[in-house]
């Protein structure tokens, strides 16, 4: 396969990327699904043509995606986001690699909260001491067990992060969209939804009193909650990268994080840029149906300091 150059090369570099299949079928799925993207012009058409497709396909069709030396990342072809967005659309999320490799080595941890299927806890694996990666969905979890499990320095837990370890909530798994995912109590559940009970952990009982931590929160709607149980680890240095979906006008979780003393936030996208209102962060908000990645840590924190000067020599270095 070609070489893929990343969005942003000084971290993502001249990124090598192939895929290999669990059988002809798998190839000729692929082949096909690549083929009907070209002409679905809506999010719904992408995640019809992947089920509908693999309803012709034997059971298990799947592809292991290689990047860059990290371990293979396994996308069943029937799964409508992966398939769309670390297949077709990729590279997936260039700003949160660019800030993985630029924590790498200024951080011994990286905590994926909200890891889905596990393709950051793979990407993130080879360049931290250990990484720790949480998910609540039963099924999902399991598909990040299959991807993750067997690497040496990850730890997983199944669990929901939230402001206090130990509680039990009601979680829901959204009908076909396993990457909606929630809380229940964050949006209506409709009949065909699963909800099962899953424990609580805080940020602050997974990252060790002191330990700079680079953390990835992607938990659907229980972001302010999973702040308030960070409170040491940020305190202590932490970096987090969370997400302000473009469907929120309110920018209601970075809004909630500039209310806090000493707190910076930065974009990404195009080199560590600071956001220093909600102006700033809604101006980048252009998709309704995106979610967008942002920094936030507080002032003075050594980790943020180590990954803005690794920015800054990538921009002098053009």
């Given at each position: 396969?070609?070489?893929?150059?990343?969005?942003?090369?000084?971290?993502?570099?001249?990124?090598?990327?192939?895929?290999?299949?669990?059988?002809?079928?798998?190839?000729?799925?692929?082949?096909?699904?690549?083929?009907?993207?070209?002409?679905?012009?809506?999010?719904?058409?992408?995640?019809?043509?992947?089920?509908?497709?693999?309803?012709?396909?034997?059971?298990?069709?799947?592809?292991?995606?290689?990047?860059?030396?990290?371990?293979?990342?396994?996308?069943?072809?029937?799964?409508?986001?992966?398939?769309?967005?670390?297949?077709?659309?990729?590279?997936?999320?260039?700003?949160?690699?660019?800030?993985?490799?630029?924590?790498?080595?200024?951080?011994?941890?990286?905590?994926?909260?909200?890891?889905?299927?596990?393709?950051?806890?793979?990407?993130?694996?080879?360049?931290?001491?250990?990484?720790?990666?949480?998910?609540?969905?039963?099924?999902?979890?399991?598909?990040?067990?299959?991807?993750?499990?067997?690497?040496p320095n990850v730890t997983l837990h199944r669990a929901a992060i939230h402001g206090r370890s130990g509680n039990t909530l009601e979680?829901?798994?959204?009908?076909?969209?396993?990457?909606?995912?929630?809380?229940a109590g964050d949006g209506p559940t409709r009949a065909q939804d699963h909800v099962e009970t899953v424990t609580t952990l805080a940020v602050d009982d997974l990252v060790p009193a002191g330990q700079p931590a680079l953390i990835k929160?992607?938990?659907?709607?229980?972001?302010?909650?999973?702040?308030?149980?960070?409170?040491?680890?940020?305190?202590?240095?932490?970096?987090?990268?969370?997400?302000?979906?473009?469907?929120?006008?309110?920018?209601?979780?970075?809004?909630?994080?500039?209310?806090?003393?000493?707190?910076?936030?930065?974009?990404?996208?195009?080199?560590?840029?600071?956001?220093?209102?909600?102006?700033?962060?809604?101006?980048?908000?252009?998709?309704?149906?995106?979610?967008?990645?942002?920094?936030?840590?507080?002032?003075?924190?050594?980790?943020?300091?180590?990954?803005?000067?690794?920015?800054?020599?990538?921009?002098?270095?053009?």
């Amino acid at each position: 396969m070609p070489l893929v150059p990343g969005t942003l090369r000084g971290y993502l570099g001249w990124m090598t990327r192939y895929l290999t299949f669990s059988g002809p079928a798998a190839r000729l799925q692929y082949a096909l699904l690549m083929a009907l993207f070209r002409v679905a012009v809506t999010r719904g058409l992408y995640g019809r043509f992947a089920r509908g497709l693999g309803r012709l396909f034997p059971s298990g069709t799947a592809v292991w995606l290689h990047e860059d030396g990290a371990p293979p990342y396994r996308i069943a072809l029937d799964d409508g986001y992966w398939t769309r967005f670390a297949l077709w659309r990729a590279p997936y999320e260039p700003e949160v690699a660019a800030v993985l490799r630029a924590a790498a080595g200024a951080a011994p941890l990286f905590c994926d909260l909200g890891a889905n299927k596990g393709y950051w806890t793979t990407r993130a694996a080879p360049l931290f001491d250990h990484v720790i990666a949480v998910e609540a969905s039963n099924a999902t979890f399991a598909a990040l067990q299959a991807n993750a499990g067997h690497l040496p320095n990850v730890t997983l837990h199944r669990a929901a992060i939230h402001g206090r370890s130990g509680n039990t909530l009601e979680f829901v798994n959204t009908h076909l969209s396993h990457a909606s995912a929630r809380l229940a109590g964050d949006g209506p559940t409709r009949a065909q939804d699963h909800v099962e009970t899953v424990t609580t952990l805080a940020v602050d009982d997974l990252v060790p009193a002191g330990q700079p931590a680079l953390i990835k929160l992607d938990v659907e709607g229980a972001e302010i909650a999973a702040i308030d149980g960070a409170a040491r680890a940020l305190k202590d240095g932490a970096v987090l990268i969370y997400e302000d979906h473009g469907n929120d006008p309110d920018c209601t979780v970075s809004a909630y994080l500039l209310d806090q003393p000493g707190m910076r936030l930065y974009s990404a996208g195009n080199g560590l840029v600071s956001m220093p209102d909600l102006a700033s962060i809604r101006a980048l908000k252009s998709d309704p149906f995106k979610g967008y990645n942002y920094i936030a840590a507080r002032e003075g924190s050594p980790l943020l300091a180590a990954i803005a000067t690794r920015f800054a020599n990538l921009a002098q270095s053009r």
